[in-house]
């Protein structure tokens, strides 16, 4: 999976329409192989990240979980230390 995909689900604040179609941009730019489409295929590009976006923000409406919600700050600070470790910054 794209590193640059994050989780969406059981978040609180739950994730905001911009998370799903950055996801979903991510998604199709993996799957094209390619950062930004030729103009030929901008039409299908951008449709295919249009359905991609609705069907990931029914997915993540859809999903329920007994656990607890994450909090934003607390994961993004587990991130930031396991950067740390790795990259040794």
Known sequence: MCR???PLHNFEPPAT???VAAAALQYVRKIAGTTAPS???AE???AA???ITAATRRLVDSLVTAAPAR???VEAAKARA???VR???
């Open 49 to 51: 990240v249009a359905e």
């Open 82 to 84: 396991r950067a740390q």
């Open 17 to 19: 329409d911009d998370e």
């Open 71 to 73: 909090d934003r700050e």
């Open 4 to 6: 640059n995909i994050r």
């Open 39 to 41: 103009r030929a295929n």
């Open 87 to 89: 990259y040794g910054r």
């Open 44 to 46: 299908a590009f951008d």
